[in-house]
C-alpha cells in the first residue's frame, strides 16, 4: 500500500507558479510510475504528467512548456511546478502512483491516489 498527499496549492493570480507536492509514505515511489491529474469543476479528471521508473517524462499538450514533474526519492515525494499558471488551469490536482506503462495518460493505469489539492487561477 502506498499513501499520497498532495500539497502546494493555492489562490494565484494568472501568471503566477505554484510547485505541487505529493509525499508518499509505506512504499518508495522509485518502484512506481507517478502520473499527475486534474479535474475542473464540471469537468471529467485528465492527465496532465507523468514520470516513469527511468524517470522519462511525458506531459497533456495543453500543460507543455509550463508544467515539469520531478522526484526526489530521498524524500520519497514528486513535484509539480507550474509555471505561467492560466485561468483554465483551475483545478484539483491529483497525484498517482501506478505500474500500467500502457495505461499512464489513463487513471486506470494507477492503483493509488491523493486527495487532490485545490489550485485557482484568477485573471
Known amino acids: 500500500q502506498v499513501q499520497l498527499v498532495e500539497s502546494g496549492g493555492g489562490l494565484v493570480q494568472a501568471g503566477d507558479s505554484l510547485r505541487l507536492s505529493c509525499a508518499a509514505s509505506?512504499?518508495?515511489?522509485?518502484?512506481?510510475?507517478m502520473g499527475w491529474f486534474r479535474q475542473a469543476p464540471g469537468k471529467e479528471r485528465e492527465f496532465v504528467a507523468v514520470?516513469?521508473?527511468?524517470?522519462?517524462?511525458d506531459y497533456a499538450d495543453s500543460v507543455k512548456g509550463r508544467f515539469t514533474i520531478s522526484r526526489d526519492n530521498a524524500k520519497n515525494t514528486v513535484y509539480l511546478q507550474v509555471n505561467s499558471l492560466k485561468v483554465e488551469d483551475t483545478a484539483v490536482y491529483y497525484c498517482?502512483?501506478?505500474?500500467?506503462?500502457?495505461?499512464?495518460?489513463?487513471?486506470?493505469?494507477?492503483?493509488?491516489w491523493g486527495q487532490g489539492t485545490q489550485v485557482t487561477v484568477s485573471s
Open positions: 498517482a502512483a501506478g505500474s500500467a506503462y500502457g495505461f499512464r495518460y489513463r487513471e486506470i493505469g494507477y492503483a493509488y
Open positions: 509505506g512504499r518508495t515511489l522509485s518502484r512506481y510510475m
Open positions: 514520470m516513469d521508473w527511468s524517470d522519462s517524462t
